[in-house]
């Protein structure tokens, strides 16, 4: 019986690991396809900041500490390693059909550090 619930567990915890990254982290916000989940905003508009330098600083940023605007509130996911948060960016990248270099982990690890507070982190100007 003991082996029974334990196999279980194991067999729950190895479907948590597999499932999307995104879905379990990112959708219940802004979607599966990255088109909003009321009232949280989708992220069509983020597409052209994979492209240029600032963009990309932004995006490490956002998704390390989190951000505080007219959409609403962000959390951050700092407490994630940087693979995975190259990860999760450069899935929004592919559904966002966007230009630009993927993410490494070494482009992450650059943002950390700072310990900016959501309304800190602010979009460029110009992408
Ligand atoms: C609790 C809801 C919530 C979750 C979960 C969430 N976000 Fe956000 N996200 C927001 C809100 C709200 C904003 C806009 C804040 C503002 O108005 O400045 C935002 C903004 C963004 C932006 C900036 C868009 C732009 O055009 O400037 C990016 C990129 C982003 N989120 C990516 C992610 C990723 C990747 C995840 C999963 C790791 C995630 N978000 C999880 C609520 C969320």
């Not at 479907?15 to 995104?22: F, I, R, V």
């Not at 992450?108 to 800190?120: E, F, S, V, Y």
């Amino acid at each position: 019986m003991r082996l029974a619930l334990l196999l279980l567990l194991l067999g729950t915890m190895a479907l948590g690991q597999g499932e999307d990254p995104w879905k379990r982290l990112c959708a219940q916000c802004h979607g599966e396809r990255a088109q909003g989940v009321r009232p949280y905003p989708g992220l069509q508009g983020a597409a052209p900041l994979f492209a240029t330098p600032e963009g990309r600083r932004y995006l490490v940023l956002v998704i390390l500490y989190g951000k505080k605007g007219e959409g609403g509130l962000m959390p951050g996911f700092a407490q994630l390693k940087d693979e995975e948060l190259a990860a999760l960016l450069n899935h929004l990248k592919v559904l966002l059909q966007a230009k630009g270099d993927p993410f490494t982990p070494e482009e992450i690890r650059k943002g950390r550090g700072l310990n900016l507070t959501p309304d800190a982190v602010k979009r460029p100007e110009k992408p």
